[in-house]
């Protein structure tokens, strides 16, 4: 017997401060409890989620993170992961209306920040009813529920700073306890996670990816974060940053530091003369090598205050972005002398949304 299909929560959200998380449950079999005419919206909608994997001029579906044949509540089905900038919010809940969305009874499950901002949006324009969830706990129960249903969603970086034998390896991660979270997303979240209820948040900053990507545009006038990254692919910090040589000559020796460590970021760009000889890629990426230093560093330190070697990094500063993973795996391996592992996740933008739809319960 199938619940309701109209009555099934088939999305879940997560609203953050920069990006919209969607996560869209597809059943494999729709029952036939629906009215006829919203069984035909239903299947508008669905058909228009489906087929297209880009939804107006910003919405997007990773279709290399879809996951098939999953069960949700005794329904089997495939979860779709779609996201869009939460500054577009009342273009999607137009759309969303056009599509007739308003027309259905439903009930969205929410999380982030914007499940509150715009509660009273939702419904007005489609007569939707957010069900709230906290951001946190969702985010543990879709990571867990991830993990369990995908094989290859936790991994590191070998060697990571050898481009000819840098690799990403699976990491079997089927008993987690306990790990701290890293999530950096416009601003970073730290957690401790000692079991699959037990958690606390440790610490945050609110240098992250926001940051990352507003300190981009303004020094180079880049205008999305996929150009951001783009530009720090071929940049060299090294034009930016004052390392420990360009103080002492070479290493210093007596605190094992190398001369190629940064000592200062964004230390040369005092200089009148190296301001002008310096590129946007160049600043692109001294951007992201500060901002993701300064993550690690904080990341280390939380792990070792809480005496926890496995750091999981996510959230959607780390899409398209394996420079920052790569750094990041090398300063925890670097400054641990080899004791903490960084492991990374597939779904690494998702977890919240998928958790919030896992939460709903009529
Ligand atoms: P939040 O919930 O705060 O929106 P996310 O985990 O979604 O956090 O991460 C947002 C960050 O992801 C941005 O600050 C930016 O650094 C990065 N990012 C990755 N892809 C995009 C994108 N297409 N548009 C904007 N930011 C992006």
């Known amino acids: 017997d199938f619940p309701c299909f109209s009555a099934m929560p088939w999305f879940g959200m997560d609203i953050g401060g920069s990006l919209c998380k969607l996560v869209y449950f597809e059943p494999k ?3 036939k409890c629906e ?15 489906t087929k297209n994997s880009a939804y107006g001029k910003t919405g997007h579906r990773d279709t290399h993170l879809q996951m098939d044949n999953v069960v949700i509540r005794g329904i089997l089905g495939t979860l779709h992961f779609i996201r869009f900038p939460t500054s577009e919010m009342k ?17 969205v499950c929410a999380t982030g920040g914007g499940a509150y901002k715009f509660e009273e949006d939702f419904k007005r324009e489609v007569n939707m009813k957010l069900a709230k969830f906290d951001e946190f706990d969702s985010l543990l129960k879709g990571l867990q529920y991830i993990d369990k249903n995908n094989h290859t969603e936790c991994y590191y970086w070998a060697n990571p700073t050898d481009e000819s034998k840098c690799a990403k390896v699976n990491y079997d991660f089927s008993s987690p ?3 701290l979270i890293v999530n950096i997303g416009s601003g970073v979240s730290v957690l401790a996670v000692y079991s699959a209820t037990n958690y606390k948040r440790i610490s945050g900053t609110s240098i992250g990816g926001g940051t990352f990507l507003g300190l981009c545009c303004l020094l180079t006038g880049c205008n999305t974060f996929e150009e951001a990254i783009e530009l720090a692919a071929e940049g060299d910090h090294t034009h930016v940053d004052k390392l420990v040589k360009d103080i002492y000559g070479g290493d210093y020796e007596r ?34 090598v500060t901002i993701t230093n300064n993550i690690g560093s904080i990341a280390r330190m939380c792990a070792m205050q809480e005496r926890i070697d496995r750091v999981v990094f996510i959230g959607n500063f780390l899409r398209v972005n ?15 002398k080899g004791t903490m592992k960084a492991l990374f996740l597939e779904h690494e933008g998702y977890f919240g949304a998928v958790g919030c739809l896992l939460q709903f319960h009529e």
Do not use: C
């Open 29 to 31: 079999d729709i029952p």
């Open 35 to 49: 009215s006829t005419s919203e069984v035909e919206t239903l299947r508008n909608i669905r058909r228009y989620l």
């Open 91 to 107: 273009n999607f809940l137009a759309l969303a209306r056009y599509k007739g969305m308003a027309t259905l009874v439903t009930t």
């Open 177 to 179: 306890y306990p790990f």
């Open 255 to 288: 605190f094992g530091l190398p001369g190629d460590l940064v000592a200062s970021s964004f230390g040369q760009m005092n200089s009148l003369e190296r301001r002008s000889k310096v590129s946007r890629q160049d600043l692109a990426r001294a951007t992201l």
């Open 322 to 336: 394996p420079i920052a993973m790569k750094l990041l795996a090398y300063a925890m391996d670097y400054w641990s």
